[in-house]
Antibody
Framework: EVQLVESGGGLVQPGGSLRLSCAASGFTFSSYEMNWVRQAPGKGLEWVSYISSSGSTIYYADSVKGRFTISRDNAKNSLYLQMNSLRAEDTAVYYC????????????WGQGTMVTVSS | DIQMTQSPSSLSASVGDRVTITCRASQSISSYLNWYQQKPGKAPKLLIYAASSLQSGVPSRFSGSGSGTDFTLTISSLQPEDFATYYCQQSYSTPPEFTFGPGTKVDIK
């Protein structure tokens, strides 16, 4: 079964750090571009970051640029999001999502992991 | 930056109704438009990609159309399991922005 499973969410104080992980299974992870997408409580979807299949190309939303770092380990079938200098407005469910070409649609999503930034 | 809008923001409909949701881009995005369904507490699910292509496993009552700036998602005969929030997303920008629309909530009349 094709599956993505996120972990690493939790409660963190403003200014703190957190590292999210996304474990992939059921497909050749190294062949796919990946993303992080977040959803604040009661709000819509916001794209956060993109990484190419090899990890050589990376993009971020302006709202997280300079604070978040996306990475992947194709040998471990895993995607990561290192989040530093966290703010209250980063509070959200974070999803990892696979891209399918050429439409660049997000065809497989994880179940999400909740990040709460609060003192 | 490309902005996405959706209308209506919410609608009430009955089982069996034909439902149409509109998505508009602030500039031409060709056919780089995708539609997702999200139910409460669940991850989004891809319904339509490239404006009109039905994702594998998605019922044929869902269809998409449009190109350029104006797009529609149509549910030909609403089923109980279709009550959800629907989002459009553009995948045209380079570098990518993958902007989502604000969503349209479909609930029971």
């Amino acid at each position: 079964e094709v599956q993505l499973v996120e972990s690493g969410g939790g409660l963190v104080q403003p200014g703190g750090s957190l590292r999210l992980s996304c474990a992939a299974s059921g497909f050749t992870f190294s062949s796919y571009e990946m993303n992080w997408v977040r959803q604040a409580p009661g709000k819509g979807l916001e794209w956060v970051s993109y990484i190419s299949s090899s990890g050589s190309t990376i993009y971020y939303a302006d709202s997280v640029k300079g604070r978040f770092t996306i990475s992947r380990d194709n040998a471990k079938n895993s995607l990561y999001l290192q989040m530093n200098s966290l703010r209250a407005e980063d509070t959200a469910v974070y999803y990892c999502a696979r891209i399918i070409a050429p439409a660049d649609a997000f065809d497989i999503w994880g179940q999400g992991t909740m990040v709460t930034v609060s003192s | 930056d490309i902005q996405m809008t959706q209308s209506p923001s919410s609608l009430s409909a009955s089982v069996g109704d034909r439902v149409t949701i509109t998505c508009r881009a602030s500039q031409s995005i060709s056919s780089y438009l995708n539609w997702y369904q999200q139910k409460p507490g669940k991850a989004p699910k891809l319904l339509i990609y490239a404006a009109s292509s039905l994702q594998s496993g998605v019922p044929s009552r869902f269809s998409g159309s449009g190109s350029g700036t104006d797009f529609t998602l149509t549910i030909s005969s609403l089923q109980p399991e279709d009550f959800a929030t629907y989002y459009c997303q553009q995948s045209y920008s380079t570098p990518p922005e993958f902007t989502f629309g604000p969503g349209t909530k479909v609930d029971i009349k």
